[in-house]
């Protein structure tokens, strides 16, 4: 276990909802996206995008392009194989379905690349993609899950002999036991339908190989892992040292820039062919057919068992995931389903049986919640059921089974920790907010006028903060890597300004600056507003792994507070020269070193920082010049999973909890979806910046929303995708959107600094299970497939009707 | 590509501009490729998101879905007008305040929308304004603090 920390009682800047430190550069238009970084002699890239979903490529002729005044160069999949080797791919058995940047011989989705175009400008590339001829024998495309299992089915990989990749069945405590003691055991079959982040920027990437040197630099909006980079340098057949990526700021993310150094790849390529530098930018329809990072597409089979009392004992669970062509995570969406499986319940048991299947379709990466998001989802569709059968108030089933305040740090069947929480508490402040009894008893009189108005309650949870280990305790080998760090560099400057450098890119429209600088206010007493922060390369870099699983403010947090002390270690025995004292007789307060009982004389951190960079000669021989220091925060809880995988350890320990109450009313004749209420209630440990951590549930809430009720990337049963642009996959906007009543609740993590846990993911993990209640609620039959559109909501009336 | 070029004067925050630009030149790159104005972003390439927003004549316009040349004889302004000194203009103030942005690629196209909702409407109400950014998405904040930094910003600009 890890050490349990006392939290400081009083704080003067975690905890204020400051303006945000990287924000005066957006609101100017100079963020520095990567679209707006270009270098002179650059070409720029177009992809000739496959129109087939499963197909072999017989032929493709570029002569027409490659005639075309301003084209640099024509790369086919072919070519692009002679110089590159395949992408860094963390799934199952990577050799039997092997991803490269561009396709070689066969495609299998519609968008995937066959070739790319370097020319003068995007628009000549463009002009050249079109001139590309390929030959395609088109191959019977397998778009479904069951058609992918199917008998004979057409093979999306020859290598992998089937197209389950993955496939393995768990049991978390004595799941047949309970099932036998249970008095009622409900069951459904539930779809998650296939969503992505779909930032408004999109990937892109700006490469320059220096021959001379043999130098590949990448600028990027997508920088994480670096200590995964030597993958991507083993792409580009680069020595790991020589590569070196710069990030800029993403304009936006959601995991949909998880790691995706596709992009990257290409540019890198494309320069290395070139021999100039290559700018590469994803358009909309690259990134919606060809991004790599679509989300979940799941089919369940689920069933819950619990005593008469409401007491739910075990949950079986059978999913199938549709991965698409490749499998770059494998199957780390279910280990972090399993990070929260039973939700905020005492559940005793529970078995989960995976299967993951290939498919015509793009492949899955990241989306806000990683797949855990569906499991919560499908836990609290089942309590709802089981809520239904038992004839039990939804309100009062959860709090049933609540794990209660007095029982953490709780570790849950399939081993993960929670480390704290009062759900109970979150419980009561949302049901007061949302006016949950009232908002009954106008629906009572709203229902008696004929409307269908419906209200639907969630309690969730959000883990945070991954373990490395939960990409891969899926698989039989004793131990995979098990590390997953954050660090930054303090430079105090002679007049005591304060400089952090962070080692991923960490701006995703997340507040990471803004994080840095409370902390660093915090632990040397500054004023966060005058705190720089930048972005260092990787070459030069120090390990870091970046946003992802709620996990940067958490990590970095604990890096800063590293990197203070080693300053301030220093900055005492400079004190305690200065002040002639014994440096025992210090203490740090108010930004500066005093002696203990004489606040009179102390030395601030800028006087001592002067003396530590211009006056050596006034200081003891062992203190070098300078005043900075660097931190390395490694994960501070993770234990490994056991041999046999019934126990996976801890993985996700700092666990957050939101309750959502949603109240909608559904238009009888178009199926549409209005929100009359929304109330979201969240408990992430102490909050560093609230204005913020309520953006961050907002913002989830909404995408939350958009994937239950319109977001889903469709492919047809010929594997066409009918999706291709924001005309066809439509975001929320304002009015979707509800207002929402935001609540906060503050149970501090016993194993983070200040208590913080994470909140990134929020909203998103809720959402969908408060609204699918809501309609419910309203209409009288259960949904039971995501994204529940108008469509959709128009057949469930039809069938309460019948 | 068979294509033509033509001459447009025009002015851009306030200043002439005259150029030579191809006919299928879209006005968001001329902003971007021509004149380095980096401010108006890309998000669609298709007149749906509207990331791109500039006004033209006072209008809010998606510059990836209108050509260069149709801008001849026009005035425009992009987001590196609203404050070309120190302070920010009190729209951007309001955003500020209120972290009426997270990833802030949508913010410039979003600030001349709210800027020409303001100028029609100077006591816009939330719902009001909520409608109003309805032209314009957001991934990221679920537009609530938008909405709350333009009912302010429209106070202040106000006084």
């Known amino acids: 276990m890890p050490t349990v920390r006392e939290h400081p009682e009083t704080l003067n800047w975690v905890g204020k909802s400051i303006r945000r430190i990287e924000d005066p550069k957006f609101l100017r238009g100079r963020g520095n996206y990567i679209d707006d970084y270009s270098v002179p002699n650059m070409l720029e890239v177009a992809i000739v995008r496959s129109t087939e979903p499963h197909a072999r490529i017989v032929s493709i002729d570029t002569s027409a392009a490659e005639a075309l005044p301003g084209v640099a160069a024509v790369v086919t999949g072919a070519a692009a194989a002679e110089v590159t080797d395949p992408m860094p791919d963390f799934g199952p058995s990577p050799d039997k379905h092997v991803w490269r940047c561009l396709a070689v011989d066969k495609v299998r989705y519609v968008g995937e690349g066959v070739a790319a175009v370097a020319a003068e400008s995007r628009a000549i ?239 899955q990466g990241a989306y806000r919640g990683f797949g855990s998001e569906v499991g919560n989802w499908v836990l609290e569709r089942m309590v709802d059921l089981m809520a239904t059968e038992l004839d039990m108030d939804p309100v009062e089933i959860r709090r049933k089974n609540f794990i209660q305040p007095d029982q953490f740090p709780y570790f849950i069947p399939t081993g993960n920790c929670y480390d704290s929480g009062n759900y109970e508490g979150v419980l009561d402040k949302t049901l007061e907010l949302a006016d949950y009894h009232g908002w009954r008893r106008r629906q009572a009189e709203m229902r008696a006028e004929g409307r269908l108005v419906g209200i639907g309650i969630c309690t969730c949870q959000e883990r945070s903060v991954f373990s490395a280990t939960e990409f891969w305790f899926w698989f039989d080998q004793p131990v995979g890597v098990t590390s997953s760090p954050e660090s930054v560099t303090l430079d105090i400057d002679a007049m005591g300004a304060v400089t952090a450098t962070l080692y991923s890119n960490a701006s995703w429209g997340n507040s990471p600056e803004t994080m840095v600088a409370q902390f660093a206010g915090e632990e040397l007493g500054v004023d966060p507003s005058e705190v720089n922060v930048v972005y260092a390369g990787s070459n030069q870099g120090l390990p870091a792994t970046g946003p992802g699983g709620s996990r940067f403010t958490i990590m970095v947090s604990g890096a800063v507070e590293g990197a203070a002390n080693r300053i301030k270690a220093k900055a005492a025995k400079i004190a305690a020269h200065l002040l002639e004292a014994n440096e025992d007789d210090l203490e740090w307060i108010d930004g500066g070193f005093a002696v203990r009982g004489s606040p009179d004389r102390r030395k601030d951190l800028g006087e001592i920082a002067l003396q530590a960079h211009l006056f050596k000669h006034s200081l003891p021989d062992e203190i070098d010049s300078g005043l900075e220091a660097s931190f390395v925060h490694d994960h501070p809880y993770t234990t490994l999973p056991n041999a046999d995988r019934t126990d996976l350890g801890v993985f996700y320990p700092f666990v957050g909890h939101a309750s959502h109450v949603a109240v909608v009313e559904v238009d009888p004749d178009t199926g549409k979806v209005e929100f009359l209420d929304y109330t979201a209630v969240h408990d992430c440990g102490t909050c560093v910046n609230p204005r913020s951590v309520g953006g961050q549930v907002i913002g989830g809430t909404v995408q939350g929303l958009g994937s239950t009720l319109f977001e889903e990337f469709v492919y047809d049963g010929d594997g066409v995708l009918k999706t291709p642009s924001f005309a066809e996959y439509l975001l929320p906007s304002a009015l979707d959107s509800p207002a929402l009543k935001v609540g906060h609740q503050e149970t501090p993590s016993p194993y983070t600094p200040y208590g913080i846990k994470g909140g990134g993911e929020a909203g998103r993990m809720m959402a969908p299970s408060a609204i699918c209640a809501a309609i419910d609620d309203a209409v009288g039959i259960r949904v039971r497939r995501l994204p529940a559109t108008p469509e959709r909501v128009l057949d469930m009336i039809e069938a309460a009707e019948d | 590509m068979n294509t033509s070029s033509h001459e447009i004067s025009l002015t851009v925050n306030g200043r002439a501009v005259e150029a030579t630009v191809e006919s299928r030149l879209s006005l968001a790159d001329f902003l971007r490729r021509e004149l380095g104005l980096v401010g108006t972003h890309l998000g669609c390439e298709q007149g749906a998101c509207g990331a791109c927003t500039v006004l033209v004549d006072g209008r809010s316009v998606r510059s990836c879905i209108m050509l260069a040349v149709q801008a001849d004889e026009c005035e425009l302004r992009t987001v590196e007008s609203l404050a070309p000194g120190l302070a920010m203009h009190p729209l951007q103030d309001a955003f500020h305040k209120h972290q009426a942005l997270q990833c802030g690629f949508c913010t410039p196209g979003m600030l001349l929308r709210c800027l020409e909702l303001i100028e029609e409407n100077p006591d816009i109400t939330d719902e009001e304004a909520r409608e109003g950014i309805s032209s314009n998405s957001c991934r990221c904040t679920g537009y609530q603090y938008i909405v709350d930094a333009v009912v302010e910003a429209a106070e202040q600009m106000r006084q």
């Open chain 1, 125 to 363: 590339a463009e002009d050249a993609a079109d001139l590309v001829h390929v030959e395609y024998e088109p191959l019977p495309p397998v778009v479904d899950w069951h058609d992918a299992l199917a008998e004979g089915a057409p093979l999306i990989h020859e290598a992998l002999g089937s197209n389950v990749p993955f496939h393995r069945s768990f049991v978390f405590g004595d799941v047949e036991d309970d099932y036998a003691e249970a008095d009622v055991v409900v069951s459904d079959v539930l779809y998650w339908g296939r969503s992505g982040g779909q930032p408004l920027e999109t990937v892109g990437a700006v490469a320059d190989y220096d021959l001379g040197s043999g130098m590949m630099t990448i600028h990027v909006n997508s920088l994480t892992f670096t200590s995964f980079l030597f993958m991507l340098a083993g792409t580009l057949k680069v020595p790991s040292n020589k590569l070196d990526m710069h990030p800029h700021p993403a304009g936006g993310s959601f995991g949909a820039k998880f790691w995706e150094v596709k992009t990257a790849a290409i540019a890198g390529m494309m320069s290395k062919v070139t021999g100039r530098p290559v700018k590469f930018m994803q358009d909309r329809l690259d990134n919606i057919a060809n991004g790599d990072h679509h989300g979940s597409d799941r089919r369940y089979e689920v069933s819950l068992a619990a005593l008469r009392d409401g007491t739910m004992l075990s949950m079986k669970v059978k999913v199938v995931d549709n991965y698409g062509a490749y499998i770059q995570f494998g199957v780390g969406h279910h280990g972090n389903s399993l990070a929260q499986a039973v939700g905020p319940y005492r559940m005793r048991s529970i078995a989960y049986d995976v299967t993951a299947v290939l498919t015509n379709k793009c492949q």
